[in-house]
């Protein structure tokens, strides 16, 4: 029995170490990506950086473009769950939210933590996009997924009633003002507070896409 629990224990520690080196990997990944650019950065460097051997990283990535995707959506969601934003809990909460008022204020404050996350990696991948085809690829895989989180956050808004505008139109207006451009404008050129800009966002959103309510 004590040696079953001892292989359980060894496994459950290499698990996690494991996943402890993936993530210092990322992170270093990551530092280097927005302090040099995605096309200068090395795999040599990102190793050295997460203090680790080069065959680790290709053990763990394969390849600096498979790394940088990793990188980007652990940047996104906050962890390396595979678990789409959509899908989870923050999110779902704000889909379960009947008002649809009231879900455009919460929505527009999980986004706008979302914006603080990825901008620094956001603005490295569009400087380096013209040159470099993996960061152009990450960005149009990015514009992809955002569009299809949008229809499905239209779709939802449109099966509450309440929405002011066609589905479509909705898609729209929520995919063009969750690309990060607004945030970047308003807080990180401007120095609006994101406190600030969730409110003005979840305003803009409601009074253009909610009914709204008779007097």
Known sequence: M????????????????????RL??????H???????????????????????????????RNKHTLLRQVWYVSFR?????VRL????EIRAVLAEPDLATRFVQHAVV?????????????????AAASESAAGAMLAEWDQQRLDA?????????????????EAECRDVLAAT?????????????GWPDERFATWLGHLWTSQLVTAHPA
């Open 2 to 21: 004590s040696k079953s629990v001892k292989r359980q224990y060894n496994s459950t520690r290499r698990q996690e170490q494991a996943a402890e080196t």
């Open 24 to 29: 210092r990997i990322i992170q270093a990944a």
């Open 31 to 61: 530092e280097l990506f927005v302090a040099k650019g995605y096309g200068r950065t090395t795999i040599a460097e990102i190793a050295s950086t997460a203090g680790v051997a080069i065959e680790t990283v290709y053990a763990a990535f």
């Open 78 to 82: 906050g962890d390396e769950e595979d």
């Open 86 to 89: 959509l899908d989870r809990p």
């Open 111 to 127: 986004i706008t933590a979302v914006f603080r996350r990825i901008a620094p990696l956001l603005a490295a991948l569009q400087g």
């Open 150 to 166: 949008c229809t499905k956050y239209a779709a939802a808004a449109a099966a509450t009633g309440q929405l002011a505008v066609s």
């Open 178 to 190: 969750m690309d990060g451009t607004l945030w970047k404008r308003l807080v990180a050129e401007s």
